[in-house]
């Protein structure tokens, strides 16, 4: 599953998108679903199968984090 994850200017997990791609044909393929302030990084990573099931918001945070450092 294809997954945004927003990044501060320090590299740290802010937020996270899982948005479907829009079958409009207003939307230019390949355009980021996602607006963000200065400073801020857009990541697009594939969530790989068996990724864990989270309880709260920073334990999501804390395994995005790893898994764009891997990706990098």
Do not use: C, R, W
Not at 12 to 41: D, F, Q, R, Y
Not at 42 to 71: C, M, R, T, W, Y
């Amino acid at each position: 599953m294809k997954t945004y994850v927003i990044t501060d200017a320090d590299g740290n997990v802010i937020g996270s998108a899982h948005i479907e791609a829009s079958k409009s044909p207003e939307v230019p393929s390949g355009a980021k679903p996602l607006a963000t302030m200065p400073g801020h990084t857009v990541h697009e990573v594939e969530l790989p199968k068996g990724f864990p099931e989270v309880k709260s918001p920073d334990e999501l945070h804390q395994h995005l984090a790893k898994l764009i450092k891997h990706n990098k």
